[in-house]
């Protein structure tokens, strides 16, 4: 069974307070890198997977792309997503991305953000993602580094006086479900290494472009307490892809 933590109440409830759910794209660390590998979306037909509350559906149709549809598997994402948008060019679907049945060639580009690691079947996503592409068509997505997705315990090592020592990394060559804590306790990831990532991207048909492993933008390691401890291991990995 799929996992659909996010109409949780609970869960959500503590969604709703981050930085990124409140502020938009501005506020999430790694945009600003994510931004610059996404293909000019101008009279482009878009998709993103795993929309959440529609940022960057918006923000693609800021940036004049034709149409947009995002995809999430959670009523209430989407229910925050339909009220903040109004724009009859975007429209909303719910069901798990690992369903997604779109005839082939029907976009441009399709963009996910920190989606991949909530699904069990990545190859296969990957593998319908380049049917519903037209040729040429991109594939912009991020995920959690699989530095960071490796343990169950996503978190720092500290000392006795709650100082952060280090990050570990343990049974990064053992991929499949991580049950870790993430606002709430039992959320289920999946870890995949990077090698896993990149081969089952270009075992779909992909020629990738870039491969980043972004840090925080200037302002916000010069003005947000901890950010500078984001330099110490990567959290995020970014792939940017062709048909």
């Known amino acids: 069974m799929k996992q659909n933590k996010y109409d949780d109440i609970q869960f959500f409830s503590e ?13 999430a660390g790694e945009w600003h890198v994510l931004k610059a590998l996404l293909p000019k979306l101008k009279n482009k037909s878009v998709l993103d997977l795993g929309c959440g509350f529609g940022w960057h559906c918006r923000y693609a149709r800021e940036q004049q792309a034709s149409s947009v549809i995002g995809v999430d598997i959670s009523e209430k994402m989407l229910q925050k997503a339909r009220e903040k ?9 719910q069901m798990p991305i690992e369903e997604i049945d779109f005839s082939n060639g ?10 991949f690691h909530y699904i069990r079947s990545f190859r296969e996503v990957c593998k319908k993602v380049y049917d519903s592409l037209k040729p040429e068509g991109s594939f912009v997505f991020s995920v959690e580094h699989p530095i960071f997705t490796s343990r169950d315990e996503q978190d720092w090592y500290y000392d006795d006086k709650g100082n952060r020592l280090h990050w570990a990394v343990d049974h990064y060559q053992s991929e499949g479900i991580r049950e870790t804590t993430f606002l709430t306790n039992n959320v289920i990831k999946y870890h995949r290494t990077i090698s896993t990532y990149l081969n089952d991207v270009m075992k779909a048909g992909f020629t990738i472009s870039a491969v980043e492993e972004p840090i925080p933008s200037e302002e916000m390691l010069n003005t947000i307490p901890d950010m500078k401890d984001e330099l110490r291991r990567p959290m995020f990995l970014m792939i940017s892809a062709k048909k």
């Not at 029907?106 to 989606?115: E, G, H, M, N, R």
């Open 85 to 93: 948008t109004d724009d009859p060019a975007i429209s909303y679907i």
């Open 106 to 115: 029907q976009f441009d580009i399709v963009l996910s953000s920190l989606a």
């Open 15 to 27: 969604y709703e307070k981050m930085p990124r759910s409140v502020k938009g794209l501005e506020a």
